[in-house]
């Protein structure tokens, strides 16, 4: 997210109207939720969680420990058997 100057964005008798109610300070302005984008559609960290726990997953079925797995990846162990659980579950359907 970015900062915008409302000086450059906004009509004068608008922003005349916003500092009557907060001046000089930031204001977030929520997004319209047609417009909300879903966690990690704008950058790769979706794709990038999704090939550590793949890979997790393979490491447990090629006969590692999930306690090797958790100090490995440094994730918790309940961690790692969520993603074993959830990538075991996935793999059967």
């Not at 939720?33 to 550590?52: F, I, M, V, Y």
Request: with cysteine.
């Amino acid at each position: 997210m970015s900062y915008k100057r409302a000086t450059q964005i906004l009509p004068q008798d608008l922003l005349l109207k916003v500092q009557e109610y907060i001046d000089g300070e930031f204001l977030y302005i929520p997004r319209i939720s047609d417009n909300k984008k879903s966690w990690g559609a704008t950058t790769q960290t979706r794709q990038e969680l999704q090939d550590r726990n793949q890979c997790i997953y393979e490491d447990y079925l090629s006969g590692e420990s999930m306690d090797f797995l958790a100090e490995k990846y440094f994730l918790s162990l309940k961690s790692i058997q969520r993603i074993v659980g959830q990538l075991k579950k996935e793999h059967k359907e």
